[in-house]
């Protein structure tokens, strides 16, 4: 009987001792799950026909992440959408400068700029956000690149870096501080705009499994590289989803 007793306390004892450990450890994994609150954002970036396969700008998978995107928009009260919307002539389209091609370079104004086959001309239908889309609870829809003479990746500010979009001050006076990002391209439109949502003074964090990116050259590590040094945070969906 003596034996069992001793036998009993030991087990107890053990098992106190590793609740002991577990509970900070297994709060530590509760609380790295972000729940999105009344000041929190989910910014959907051109999640469009032309980004996606069978367009004329098509990112590989894009279309793999529209189903993941409509889930996290879910968990959001508030969604901001962006669209790409060019002019036919528009000086970032390789058909507008003789000789060049599209991935090609060319010195502007603003910059150096990456030529590309035309897409999202305004009004067309690869211009149209994605039929497989699936969130009713938009609230804006930016959209970007409608001025002929400049290129516009960004939701918040064209790429001169001083035209801005006017979402900034919209989320500003919505109270929000945290933006998260999802959409085409991880590289280019959703770097840009989680760069400038942090110079914006917003909390940025890309949901790096509802993106996707063109990578041409490298892009894609530089990208990510700017974005650290920025103090954008990279999350997975799970890291809402659960």
């Known amino acids: ?72 928009a879910g968990s959001f009260k508030h969604v901001v959408e962006t669209q790409d919307w060019h002019t036919a ?14 991935f090609e370079t060319v010195k502007l104004p603003y910059g150096n700029q990456v030529l590309w086959p035309d897409h999202c001309v305004q009004g067309t239908e690869g211009a149209a956000l994605s039929k497989n889309l699936s969130i009713t609870k938009t609230e804006l829809i930016i959209r970007k690149g409608y001025r002929k003479d400049v290129d516009s990746y960004s939701a918040f500010l064209e790429a001169d870096k001083k035209t801005s979009t006017g979402l900034g001050g919209y989320l500003r006076q919505r109270g929000m ?53 920025a103090g954008v945070k990279k999350i997975i969906s799970a890291d809402i989803l659960g």
């Not at 002539?89 to 599209?102: L, N, R």
């Not at 003074?201 to 894609?220: H, K, M, P, Q, T």
């Open 177 to 229: 501080k945290r933006v998260f990002l999802a959409g085409l391209a991880t590289d280019f439109c959703v770097a840009w705009s989680a760069i400038d949502a942090r110079k914006e003074g917003f909390e940025a964090y890309v949901i790096d499994d509802a993106c996707r990116g063109i990578d041409a050259n490298g892009s894609l590590g530089a990208a990510w590289k700017d974005m650290t040094r």
């Open 1 to 72: 009987m003596q034996e069992s007793r001793r036998q009993f306390l030991h087990t107890l004892g053990n098992a106190a001792a590793v609740a002991a450990l577990a509970g900070p450890f297994s709060q530590a994994f509760a609380a790295a799950k972000i729940v999105p609150g009344d000041k929190d954002v989910l910014l959907v970036i051109d999640v469009q026909n032309c980004f996606i396969p069978g367009g004329s700008l098509a990112v590989k998978e894009g279309d793999v992440i529209v189903p993941l995107i409509n889930k996290l």
């Open 89 to 102: 002539d528009h000086v970032s389209f390789a058909s507008q400068h003789a000789g060049k091609k599209p």
